[in-house]
C-alpha cells in the first residue's frame, strides 16, 4: 500500500506501484521520462516535446486546457498527473472518475524539489530523483554564486498580447526573475497575470529591462517596437518561456541560460 498527499494535500492511496501514467503538463512529462520513467508513460499532451520523439510513440490526448476524456479512459490509466495551474479545477474533476489524478502546485524552487521528490516516491524512483535533486541544488549554488555580483534591474515579463499580460506575484516566473536579481515591477498587483495598459508602464515602475517570452504568446520585433514606445529607457530582451516557466528537471537548463542573459545585459 502506498499512501501519499499531494501538493493540493488529496490524499491517494494505491495498492500496487502506479504503472500506466498519462501526463497532462509538458515540463512533468520531461521529468518523468528524466527519471526513468519512458515506458510508464502511455498518454501525453499535444505540448509535450521534450524529449522530441514521445509524440511519436505516445498517445496525445489533447492539450492542457482541454482534454479528450474517452481517449485517456481507454489508456486505461493507474495515475493522471495534472497541475494546480495548467489544468483546470473542471479537468481534474472530470478525470478523477477514471484514475487517481495527482496534482501538483509547483510556484517556488523548493515546490519543485518536492515535486520531484514525490515523483521519486510514488513510482519507485528514488536514487533517480535524488540524483536530479542532487544536480539542481548544485546548479542553483553555482548560478546564485555567479549572479550575486550582477547588477539588480527592474523588470516586466510579458507573457500575452491583446490583451497585454504580465507576470505577476506567486507565479514560478516571478520566482525565477527574484533568482536573477530582477526586480518584477508587476509584483505588487493583486493577479498572478495581470491584465495591463501600455501606457501606464511608466507610472507602475517604468521597467529597465522587458522581457518578451516565446510562449505562450509569441513575440515579435513588430510587438517589441509596440511596447517599447511606452518604456523610457527600457532594454528589450526575447527570451525562451520554457527557460523561466518549465518547472521539474528542465530547470537544470535554465541555469546555463540565465547566465547569458547576464552576460547580454552586461
Not at 514521445?54 to 482541454?66: C, D, E, I, M, N
Not at 536514487?127 to 534591474?153: C, G, H, P
Not at 530582477?182 to 522581457?211: S, T, W
Not at 527557460?243 to 552576460?263: C, P, R, V
Request: one cysteine or more; aromatic letters at 12%.
Amino acid at each position: 500500500m502506498i499512501a501519499m498527499k499531494d501538493q493540493v494535500g488529496q490524499e491517494h492511496r494505491f495498492e500496487t506501484l502506479p504503472k500506466r501514467i498519462v501526463s497532462l503538463v509538458p515540463s512533468q512529462t520531461e521529468t518523468l521520462f528524466d527519471l526513468g520513467l519512458e515506458d510508464e508513460i502511455v498518454g501525453i499532451t499535444k505540448f509535450c516535446v521534450h524529449p522530441y520523439h514521445l509524440k511519436a510513440t505516445k498517445t496525445k490526448v489533447g492539450g492542457t486546457k482541454k482534454v479528450h476524456l474517452e481517449k485517456i479512459k481507454l489508456l486505461q490509466p493507474d495515475i493522471i498527473i495534472a497541475n494546480k495551474e495548467e489544468n483546470t479545477l473542471e479537468i481534474v474533476e472530470s478525470l478523477k472518475g477514471i484514475c487517481p489524478v495527482w496534482v501538483t502546485d509547483v510556484v517556488t524552487l523548493d515546490d519543485n524539489i518536492q515535486m520531484i521528490e514525490d515523483f521519486g516516491n510514488l513510482f519507485n524512483k528514488r536514487t533517480e530523483a535524488r540524483k536530479w535533486i542532487d544536480k539542481l541544488n548544485f546548479a542553483q549554488r553555482d548560478f546564485m554564486d555567479f549572479v550575486k555580483d550582477k547588477n539588480s534591474y527592474k523588470a516586466a515579463y510579458f507573457i500575452w498580447r491583446e490583451p497585454f499580460m504580465v507576470a505577476g506575484r506567486d507565479t514560478f516566473i516571478n520566482e525565477l526573475l527574484k533568482l536573477n536579481k530582477f526586480v518584477n515591477v508587476y509584483e505588487n498587483r493583486e493577479e498572478r497575470y495581470p491584465e495591463i495598459e501600455l501606457k501606464k508602464i511608466r507610472i507602475q515602475g517604468d521597467p529597465e529591462v522587458v522581457f518578451l517570452s516565446s510562449e505562450p504568446f509569441p513575440f515579435t520585433e513588430e510587438h517589441a517596437f509596440e511596447i517599447g514606445r511606452f518604456t523610457h529607457h527600457g532594454k528589450t530582451v526575447f527570451v525562451d518561456g520554457e527557460m523561466f516557466s518549465w518547472y521539474g528537471t528542465h530547470l537544470y537548463k535554465a541555469f546555463d541560460y540565465f547566465k547569458q542573459i547576464h552576460e547580454r545585459l552586461s
